[in-house]
């Protein structure tokens, strides 16, 4: 089982996840959708592709750019398609 947590609030919860290059990617079924609000910010890794981002919110606090998620990813990361990662304070507990 892993769990996502910032300010008390769960953010992501499954007993199924990747890992890669140490982050926890929790598939898109795990996510606890209220904390979550799209971000314009995009950046590009050179094995896995582009990355958007989401802000998490938890009651009326924002946590810019703290998750991350490959929608299209390059062949070597089709597994975390879609999967969300997280970073900036956000809790991963495996």
């Known amino acids: 089982?892993?769990?996502?947590?910032?300010?008390?609030?769960?953010l992501a919860e499954s007993d199924t996840f990747k890992e890669v290059e140490g982050n926890v990617y929790f598939p898109p079924s795990a996510l606890v959708r209220e904390h979550f609000q799209d971000s314009a910010t995009h950046t590009t890794c050179g094995w896995k592709g582009e990355a958007s981002y989401y802000?998490?919110?938890?009651?009326?606090?924002?946590?810019?750019?703290?998750?991350?998620?490959?929608?299209?990813?390059?062949?070597?990361?089709?597994?975390?398609?879609?999967?969300?990662?997280?970073?900036?304070?956000?809790?991963?507990?495996?």
């Open 1 to 10: 089982m892993a769990r996502a947590t910032w300010e008390g609030a769960v």
């Open 55 to 94: 802000d998490v919110v938890v009651d009326g606090k924002v946590n810019k750019d703290a998750a991350w998620v490959y929608r299209e990813p390059k062949d070597a990361a089709k597994q975390i398609k879609d999967h969300v990662a997280f970073w900036r304070g956000v809790k991963v507990e495996r």
